[in-house]
C-alpha cells in the first residue's frame, strides 16, 4: 500500500535560516509526490508536484523540494525562511491511481 | 476561474441528526474526495468518486455517505450525526493522477 511519512510534527526555524521539511515514501513502483501547506483556518494549498524528470523541483513562495529515489525522499527546502512561512505542511504520494496519501503533517513554525 | 466550494461553512448539529455538507467544484474534474481533519491525525480519506454514479468508501466511512449525480456535486450525508463526527471536513477534486489536487476552503461541524 502506498504511504508516506513526515518523522517531524514540530520544526522551529530562526528567521533568515534555511528550512527543511521531511517526507519519505514507501517503495512502489513510480511516485508522484506532492507538497501543500494549510494556513490557519483555510484549505489546503498546492506548493510544488514532482512527476518525472528533473529530480529538483520549484514551487509557490519560493520553496523547492528534491525528489531522491535511492533514500525514497521528497524534502521540502527554502534557502532562507519568512515569518510567513509558519503553517502545517503535507507531503502526499500517489502511484497512478487516482488518490493521494497524506502525511500526518509538519506544523512549522518560523521565529522572529 | 475554476474554484471548488463547500458549504455551510460551519455547522452546529445535535446527536442524531442527518447532516449533509455541500461540495461544488467547476474545474470539471471526475474525481472527488471527503477528508474528515482531526487532531493528530491528519488528513483521513471518507469517501472518494471517480465520476458520475461512482462511489468508493474511504479509511474513515463509518456513519457517512455520498452520492454522485453529476460531475459537479458530490454532497457528503452524516447518517445520524454523533459527537465523534465533529471535526473539519475538506472536499477535494482532481483530473489525472498528474494533476494536481485541488480543496475546498473546509466545513467545520460542531455536532452537540
Known amino acids: 500500500a502506498q504511504s508516506v511519512a513526515q518523522p517531524e510534527d514540530q520544526v522551529n526555524v530562526a528567521e533568515g535560516n534555511p528550512l527543511t521539511v521531511k517526507c519519505t515514501y514507501s517503495?512502489?513502483?513510480?511516485?508522484?509526490l506532492f507538497w501543500y501547506v494549510q494556513y490557519p483556518n483555510r484549505g489546503l494549498q498546492f506548493l510544488l508536484k514532482?512527476?518525472?524528470?528533473?529530480?529538483l523541483v520549484k514551487g509557490s513562495y519560493g520553496f523547492e523540494a528534491e525528489f531522491n529515489k535511492s533514500q525514497t525522499s521528497f524534502h521540502l527546502k527554502k534557502p532562507s525562511a519568512l515569518v510567513s512561512d509558519s503553517a502545517l505542511y503535507f507531503c502526499?504520494?500517489?502511484?497512478?491511481?487516482?488518490?493521494?496519501?497524506f502525511g500526518t503533517g509538519t506544523r512549522l513554525t518560523i521565529i522572529p | 476561474d475554476a474554484e471548488i466550494t463547500q458549504s455551510p461553512r460551519h455547522k452546529i448539529t445535535e446527536t442524531g441528526r442527518q447532516v449533509t455538507l455541500a461540495c461544488h467544484q467547476t474545474?470539471?474534474?471526475?474525481?472527488m474526495f471527503w477528508y474528515r481533519q482531526d487532531l493528530g491525525h491528519g488528513l483521513r480519506l471518507i469517501h472518494y468518486?471517480?465520476?458520475?454514479?461512482?462511489?468508493n468508501k474511504g479509511e474513515v466511512s463509518d456513519g457517512y455517505s455520498v452520492s454522485r449525480s453529476n460531475t459537479e456535486d458530490l454532497p457528503l450525508t452524516l447518517e445520524s450525526a454523533a459527537s465523534s463526527q465533529t471535526s473539519v471536513y475538506f472536499c477535494?477534486?482532481?483530473?489525472?493522477?498528474?494533476?494536481?489536487?485541488?480543496f475546498g476552503p473546509g466545513t467545520r461541524l460542531l455536532v452537540l
Open positions: 477535494a477534486s482532481k483530473g489525472s493522477p498528474q494533476e494536481t489536487q485541488y
Open positions: 474545474w470539471n474534474h471526475n474525481n
Open positions: 517503495v512502489s513502483g513510480n511516485p508522484y
Open positions: 514532482y512527476i518525472t524528470g528533473d529530480n
Open positions: 502526499a504520494v500517489n502511484y497512478g491511481n487516482e488518490k493521494l496519501t
Open positions: 468518486s471517480y465520476g458520475v454514479h461512482d462511489t
